[in-house]
């Protein structure tokens, strides 16, 4: 508890590949909540001791299936009600949880506790940079509210540049639903 | 060929996997390249692909088992890559039914040909298996209904018992939050394993032999109805609401306990929607009403997901139940038993300091109404699939739940008050 600033955690995380559940990395963080603002994001600062594995081969090997498309990918509903992914959607998916990762950390409290519930939509938003982007539509399921709330999130990727959320919005649901 | 069909077929008789409608593929990767992508598909570990020969070389084609759902995935990729297939075997049950002339697919039994316990089911099909379940099972199960939901489905109930009159009795429920989708299919397992188990594993059947257990596994049909035609993430019941066009009322801020109280909403929008009253949805009053019409009920346990937790009461109050300590201890050797198997690990403790205060919850209604063992079960898993837990994880999922409500029932048998 900070006078004046707010609330301050230091924590200890182990990070786990989701890829080879054996590959883990520690980390250690320190999350602050702002006092009063409510429409600040906590401020985050952490350390990696280990570096993370390198994962060229896969970006590029995705990177350049989505390049050669004829078509604009689209696809919706990933995973589907049975929670099956298709295996060339799995990279798609691991973007958006990617991204939405930053959205949650932007609108995260220390009431709150998301979690990317499914991709109701993506379409792949062509660019003549050598950006890949993408335009989803994600459920964020809010654990303490229990609601399911719609968000639509524009990501930029690149395998050397990372990972970027240009354009965030809450969506309005509807009453029917 | 024959022997890898053998091998399969020795598993095969000693769980309740079936392999309806499973695909075995030969596939010819022309180079490198393609050996390359067969070996990407093969490490993604949710398709549960059994590759009987693995990618390694184009030399050699390899062989591999789809199970029914990652069907269309695997044939999509692979078309999309270019990638020659030819189907071996169209469905897998047929050749090892004629092996062992068993009744598995049987066009004979359309009861079992359309229920898989490893898939998830439409509320028809699981309540046809609920009767299948009572009728080939009539000496240990009967089905019986406890009322009507807001649409008028049947509230069914499995009662597993070996007869007397008023045995002490465990209650367990399932699916009375919509959307998550593990726990009806969980129930519906469990439902399975009582009765097959009866006669043969020990504990069961001296557990059976003083207490019946009753076993609700859908108690929100309208609710999982919806999330199968329209909505996936339904949470509430369907009941319209007075003036609002909002539908639905969250059934577990329903209940009488706490109601009105900080953890519910009074917004008819809202997925916490607590209702206009407590026991306002007929869901939940029938449940009170079975409950307290019995008499003799000696431990309430409800299933829900996600999260991993085992939690005991209370949640519209942060301060300990007066049985704290037992049920603390209890709940964790019931976490104990579900780790044990899969490595899956579950946070115990009080639903207010394990999640947040929540008013109107079941277990609050029934430990305040003298049912001591009152426990909520928060299934798998923790967030990466949430509610669309793959297909490919019910039956871990519900084994290891059983093993968590067998420990507590076992205490609850020697305990009996």
């Known amino acids: 508890d900070i006078d004046d600033v707010g609330h301050k955690y230091h924590l200890e995380l182990v990070l786990e590949d989701v890829l080879d559940k054996d590959s883990t990395v520690n980390c250690t963080a320190e999350v602050l909540y702002h006092l009063g603002n409510k429409n600040s994001a906590p401020s985050v600062q952490f350390t990696l001791e280990e570096e993370l594995k390198n994962t060229d081969e896969a970006d590029n090997i995705f990177y350049n299936r989505i390049k050669s498309l004829e078509k604009e990918l689209v696809a919706e509903n990933i995973p589907d009600s049975h929670g099956n992914v298709s295996p060339e959607m799995e990279p798609v998916r691991l973007l958006a949880w990617v991204a939405s990762g930053y959205v949650i950390w932007q609108n995260s409290t220390e009431n709150t506790k998301f979690q990317l519930a499914q991709i109701k939509h993506v379409k792949q938003v062509k660019r003549s940079d050598e950006y890949l982007e993408f335009d989803y539509t994600i459920l964020l399921h809010e654990m303490v509210s229990q609601e399911i709330i719609p968000w639509q999130m524009t990501v930029l990727w690149h395998p050397q540049h990372g990972v970027q959320v240009t354009q965030d919005s809450r969506q309005p649901k509807h009453a029917s639903e | ?417």
Not at chain 2, 150 to 177: C, M, Q, R
Not at chain 2, 357 to 374: H, L, N, P, T, V
Not at chain 2, 408 to 415: A, G, L, R, S
């Open chain 2, 1 to 417: 060929q024959t022997s890898s069909t053998m091998l399969l077929f020795e598993t095969v008789s000693e769980d309740l996997l079936i392999y309806c409608r499973h695909q075995v593929l030969r596939i010819k990767a022309r180079n490198e390249e393609e050996v390359k992508k067969l070996q990407l598909l093969e490490s993604l570990e949710h398709l549960e692909l059994d590759f009987w020969i693995n990618p390694s070389t184009p030399a050699l084609p390899v062989d591999v088992r789809i199970p029914t759902n990652s069907i269309q995935a695997v044939k999509a990729f692979l078309e999309s890559h270019g990638i020659e297939y030819s189907i071996l075997i169209e469905d897998l049950q047929v050749v090892l039914d004629k092996e062992k002339d068993d009744m598995a697919c049987s066009q004979r039994d359309r009861s079992i040909n359309s229920f898989s316990y490893e898939t998830y089911n439409s509320l028809d099909s699981i309540y046809a298996e609920l009767d299948h379940l009572a009728s080939e099972y009539s000496n240990i199960v009967s089905k019986f209904q406890i009322g009507e939901s807001y649409e008028k489905w049947p509230l069914y109930v499995l009662k597993f018992s070996t007869g007397g009159s008023n045995h002490p009795a465990i209650w367990i429920d399932a699916g009375i939050h919509s959307r998550e989708w593990i726990t009806q299919a969980s129930a519906i397992w469990i439902a399975k394993k009582i009765t097959s188990d009866y006669g043969k594993d020990f504990s069961i059947t001296s557990l059976l032999n003083k207490m019946d257990i009753f076993l609700l596994t859908v108690a929100n049909p309208d609710g999982y109805v919806f999330t199968h035609t329209t909505n996936r993430m339904w949470r509430k019941t369907r009941s319209k609401n007075q003036g609002s066009l909002c539908i639905g009322v969250d059934p577990n801020r329903n209940w009488d306990a706490g109601f009105g109280g900080p953890g519910a909403s009074s917004n008819p929008c809202s997925d916490s929607y607590r209702g206009p009253s407590a026991n306002s949805e007929v869901e939940v009053k029938s449940v009170v009403n079975f409950i307290k019409n019995h008499g003799n009920i000696q431990a309430f346990l409800t299933l829900h997901s996600y999260s991993q937790l085992l939690m005991y009461p209370y949640g519209y109050k942060c301060t300990e139940p007066r049985d704290y300590a037992e049920l603390d201890a209890l709940g964790r050797a019931a976490a104990s038993s579900i780790q044990s198997l899969y490595g899956t690990t579950f946070r115990v403790g009080s639903i207010c300091t394990t999640i947040y205060q929540a008013s109107g919850g079941s277990i609050d209604w029934s430990y305040d109404y003298g049912i001591k063992y009152s426990f909520a079960f928060e299934l798998r898993d923790t967030g990466r699939y949430g509610f669309l837990l793959p297909a490919n994880q019910i039956i871990p999922t519900a084994e290891e739940t059983w093993l968590g409500l067998k420990k507590i029932m076992e205490h609850v048998q020697d305990n009996v008050y």
